[in-house]
């Protein structure tokens, strides 16, 4: 099991750390057996033993910038979940063909 986590600015990963999202978007995509591990809040702080990869959504005016790396550290904020996050690698996608990042896409809303 690996963490994917897309945010809808890829902007977002040039901020300063902590990183936040919408605690509702938790688990959106996410396969069963993620979402019966994470459904106990208490699991929350597992995310820090997985590979992680962040990326921007990918459209017209983002940054097709894929990083890999790990969360060191995550808890519940009211309605967000703060994280911060330690890049091992990046990669920029920008000259994957078209048909490729059409694979990609349809991957991402299963990754269990």
Known sequence: ????????????????????????RFLEYSCDEAKELFKDRRNLKRLVQLPTIVTGEWGKNTSQ??????????????????FTFKEHSQSDLSGVSVRNRYIVRQREHRVC
């Open 1 to 24: 099991m690996f963490s994917l986590i897309v945010y809808g600015d890829g902007e977002m990963w040039t901020e300063s750390q902590p990183w936040s999202i919408d605690a509702s």
């Open 65 to 82: 910038v894929v990083r890999v790396g790990s969360v060191e550290s995550v808890k519940y904020a009211g309605r967000q979940i703060q």
